[in-house]
């Protein structure tokens, strides 16, 4: 039989390679001194150097040295040292089998350690079935095996026996896991699963693979045919509760295996296995489609909003020439009365010699439509967008299981008339604020009034999605809020929160911080000393930042690149792939092994990177046809994989010397970068009109101080990047590492401040408009003169202290990964009503600005860290403009998911392409030093691994054939 490989050669040698560098060495195999007195009573040195190591490998990693084993020269040295002898004398160790024997038969006896064999191999084995389930790959639970022979000072067995247990406890959970799904359906569901396989639906698809076909839509058509697949799903009656006791990262695997199977290969699966996918995926795709309709109602009400405004401005522009001609007759009549009064002429005369009473009366009535139309609001012409909501509202309504908070109950009353589709019934307003602009063009609506109250219904429920007054049970997206944060007790233990449990500490800390910040800012502006900057008259005045590049820094950086070898991008991602091992990552789907075809998964990178596609790769490339690059982009690619790999390369690349150099890598810049999108593509609705009126979406992305872009995620072109900035640093082994934050003028809210703080990352926006901000104090009135005009307003303490416990459980909970900190902030940017929690984060976050902005005025070294950060992340836009040279830059992927891999794979070929610069310019500061050039550090602090010119992107792509 053929050995079973679970494990890549790098986790093999992580597991049971003999450690070299010195933290493992101290760490593992400092003897103590029983262990050396022991060993002292071997009567050779080389015996006493024998025993010590093999004791040592006991510890670590836990298993026996092999007959003919090389030791490591720095092991063997640093055990030597120890007991008095010498690395060398291990040479004449266990000559004959006896002495090895012995010596384990001692250690066994003397320090308790067994063999794999017998009961205890059984409670082990036992163990490690049950460990299986909850095990997230066959790395995780390999480790955990051996980590738990360690523990009970059982001898690791050999590697090909520890993967045939991993593989065979792997298999066993889950055919347990998926027994578990198959026995809670009754014969009914399950021979309406397996009908979806065979059932057609148009005569083009299977039912299966028509439910999968869902994304979030722009209009009324694809609202509604995401309610064809939801109202089928919801007459399956597949509680949630199904999935209980199943570990997450299962249901994920097996929700994503069911959205890569084609109909034929569910159908030649086991029963069990097909029934718990299709199962699975009916649950999962339930709750993702209720939250793509929502989120597909939320853009057809923008949609409905922004037209409103263009006729606005179209009646408005249409307007200019009658307007023009109403004034310049009121001008010519205005002239002749006046005229007739300093004559003391009848003014009746005036009007008839100008153009007479029926000319004045058409002025009058022109005068006021025109003042209508300037007064206009897009409300005003929201109505007619009534036909849109219509074709799908009532069905929607009827489909989605609305939850509302009681303050939203009004609005789901409401909701429900509309869902019934009377137009005479009552409609009440109960919902609409006091001050609603609503109320007054409902009261003024003549014509069809039950068409703009529906309108303002689904305009509202629109508003308490976004802020969490309305919900869908079960939503990833759209739940109850106060269900999604943590409890207080688990925010009180989270280690990442910095800050006192009372709040009046954390008040009285502020309120000192302010104190001294205040006087200091009044001192600097009275004696003209705030750097590059003043306050003249109540008005801050900053001058721009001059840059600190020093002359030589040019000429150092053409050397280098001078220095590096021109490559090809096939060889670079195999270099990079040996150094690193990052294909190590994909592993595959149902498996959970690697990818064995490394070139062909290189080509797959390759493809998403430079936005080619894989049939264009297919072309260029010199090994591999369409399908078998489809087959491996099927099975082996995916968003853990893309970010665990990710991961590697950044955390190999932040180990090279040369990194040293940029930073220690605990601060970082964010900032998102516009790529456009074709008319077809899924972001056809997403203008925004920075980026002019061509569709498209961004890429946020997190940059290290090393230049590692070891976060990025798609976001709409339309919304701000605030609330993103938590994400890359929370969700993200390296962002939590970052002490430091910068980003732009778009990546700062109050509330951005408020969370930043609590979780104890100095956060440092650049503010592009800076002095038109207000500082907000405790007390206003004991603010220094020189800075009244600065202040803003008073904080409002008493909100902060009633909602100090959930400002702990929001934070915590953000901490805890349970849903993505964006999604939070989002909501809490969102409360239509102002909700008090939010209002206290706003709170904290003024705060946090005050305290920034004083920083700022009085640092110059800060400004220059936030300058030079930013800079790094916008250089990181001009390599992946290079990069994406495929299909004119423009992302052509239709679905969400294809765009997120095309995005993702971009930055990780940027990461990859950043860490074979990184290793080849320490080489050419090497050849440099040789020569006896000048590479001070200061100097080198301003190279970037950013280049390109030396690397052939374009032609074909030839990999070397094994």
Not at 81 to 98: D, R
Not at 814 to 825: F, K, N, T
Request: hydrophobic share 40%; glycine share 6%.
């Amino acid at each position: 039989m053929p050995r079973r490989q679970i494990l890549t050669d790098r986790t093999r040698a992580a597991l049971f390679d003999l450690p070299t560098d010195e933290a493992s060495l101290l760490r593992h195999y400092t003897l103590d001194d029983d262990d050396i007195e022991l060993i002292r009573k071997r009567r050779s040195a080389h015996n006493k150097l024998g025993f010590a190591l093999q004791l040592c490998a006991f510890r670590y990693p836990g298993r026996l040295l092999n007959s003919g084993e090389i030791i490591p020269l720095e092991m063997a040295d640093f055990v030597a040292a120890q007991i008095g002898v010498m690395g060398i004398n291990l040479a004449g160790y266990a000559e004959t089998e006896v002495t090895r024997r012995r010596h384990l038969i001692d250690l066994r006896d003397i320090y308790g350690y067994k063999m794999f064999t017998g009961r205890g191999a059984r409670d082990l084995t036992t163990w490690l079935e049950n460990e299986a389930e909850g095990a997230k790959s066959n790395e995780d639970l390999a480790r955990r095996f051996v980590e738990e022979c360690r523990k009970k000072q059982i001898i690791v067995p050999a590697v090909s026996s520890v993967e045939r247990l991993c593989a065979d406890a792997l298999v066993e959970a889950e055919r347990r896991i998926e027994a578990r799904i198959v026995d809670r359906l009754c014969d009914s569901i399950r021979t309406r699963l397996d009908e979806m396989l065979t059932e057609d639906v148009e005569g083009r698809v299977s039912r299966f693979v028509w439910l999968r076909q869902f994304e979030v839509g722009n209009n009324s058509a694809d609202i509604n045919r995401l309610l064809d697949r939801l109202e089928f799903l919801r007459e399956l009656k597949l509680s949630p509760d199904l999935l209980e006791d199943v570990p997450p990262h299962r249901i994920t695997r097996l929700r994503r295996q069911g959205e890569r199977y084609f109909t034929d290969g569910l159908r030649d699966i086991t029963s069990n296995r097909r029934l718990a996918i299709i199962a699975v995926c009916a649950v999962e795709w339930s709750a993702a489609i209720a939250d793509a309709i929502v989120e597909s109602h939320d853009r057809v009400v923008g949609k409905a909003w922004r037209d409103a405004k263009k006729l606005c401005n179209t009646q408005f522009a249409d307007s200019k020439t009658a307007l023009k001609t109403t004034l310049h007759g009121f001008s010519n009549l205005g002239s002749a009365l006046l005229g007739a009064k300093e004559d003391d002429a009848p003014l009746e005369d005036a009007i008839l010699a100008v153009d007479g009473w029926d000319a004045l009366e058409q002025l009058v009535a022109t005068a006021t439509h025109l003042t209508d139309t300037m007064a206009a609001e897009p409300l005003a012409h929201v109505a007619q967008g009534f036909h849109r909501f219509r074709r799908y509202a009532p069905k929607m309504l009827s489909a989605l299981e609305i939850k509302a908070a009681p303050i939203a109950q009004p609005l789901l009353e409401a909701a429900q008339i509309v869902r019934t589709g009377k137009s005479s019934a009552s409609q009440p307003t109960t919902f609409l604020r006091r001050n609603s602009k609503w109320h007054r063009h409902l009261q003024s609506q003549k014509a069809d009034p039950h068409r703009l109250w529906e309108v303002a219904v689904l305009f509202h429920m629109r508003d308490a999605f976004r802020s969490g007054d309305i919900w869908l049970p079960h939503s990833r997206r759209y739940a109850d809020l106060k269900q999604a944060l943590v409890p207080l007790a688990a925010a009180q233990n989270t280690p990442r929160l910095s800050i006192p449990f009372e709040p009046n500490e954390w008040l009285d800390d502020r309120k000192a911080r302010l104190h001294d910040g205040l006087e200091r800012l009044a001192h600097a502006a009275r004696n003209g000393t705030i750097p590059g900057g003043s306050i003249e008259n109540g008005t801050l005045k900053l001058d721009r930042l001059t840059a600190d590049v020093p002359a030589e820094a040019d000429q150092l950086v053409l050397d280098l690149y001078r220095r590096i070898p021109e490559v090809r991008i096939t060889d670079l991602l195999l270099d990079v792939d040996n150094a690193t091992g990052f294909t190590d990552a994909f592993t595959h789907l149902r498996t959970g092994v690697p990818c064995k075809d490394k070139v062909g998964l290189l080509n797959v990178l390759l493809a998403e990177g430079l936005n080619l596609g894989l049939s264009k790769m297919a072309e260029a490339s010199n090994t591999h046809e369409y399908f078998q690059l489809s087959r491996i982009s099927r099975w082996h690619i995916e968003s853990d994989a893309i970010n665990r790999a990710l991961a590697m390369v950044i955390e190999a690349q932040s180990a090279l010397p040369m990194s040293q150099f940029w930073g220690a890598g605990i601060t970082a810049s964010s900032d998102g970068q516009f790529f456009p999108a074709t008319r077809q593509g899924e972001a056809m609705n997403l203008i925004n009109a920075k980026y002019g009126n061509d569709p498209g979406l961004k890429a946020y992305t997190h940059v290290s101080d090393q230049f590692g872009p070891f976060a990025t995620q798609n976001i709409p072109a339309t919304v701000g990047e605030a609330p993103y900035i938590l994400d890359g640093l929370l969700m993200n082994a390296t962002g939590k590492k970052i002490k430091e934050q910068y980003a732009d003028t778009g990546g700062f809210t109050d509330h951005v401040f408020a969370v930043t703080s609590l979780l104890a990352y100095r956060f440092i926006p650049r503010i592009r408009d800076l002095p038109s901000k207000r500082l907000y104090v405790f007390d206003p009135a004991d603010a220094p003169k020189e800075l009244k005009s600065l202040i803003g307003g008073k904080i409002r303490e008493n909100t902060i202290i009633e909602n100090w416990p959930d400002i702990l459980r929001s934070a915590a909970t953000m901490v805890a990964g349970i849903m993505p900190p964006s999604q939070l902030l989002r909501k809490f940017a969102s409360y239509p009503r102002q909700h008090e929690l939010a209002v206290a984060l706003r709170e904290i976050g003024r705060i946090e600005r005050t305290l920034f902005i004083i920083d700022w005025l009085l640092d110059a070294d800060m400004q220059r860290r936030a300058q030079i950060g930013l800079n790094k992340g916008e250089a990181h836009h001009a390599l992946k403009n290079a990069l994406r040279i495929g299909r004119q830059g423009e992302i052509r992927d239709r679905t969400a998911e294809g765009q997120h891999y095309r995005m993702a794979g971009l930055n990780l070929l940027a990461a990859v392409i950043i860490y074979w610069n990184t290793a080849q310019l320490g080489e050419a500061v090497k050849q440099r030093q040789k020569a006896g050039l000048n590479c001070s550090p200061e100097l080198l602090a301003h190279i970037s691994p950013l280049g390109w010119a030396h690397i052939l992107l374009t032609g074909e792509y030839r990999w070397p054939k094994s």
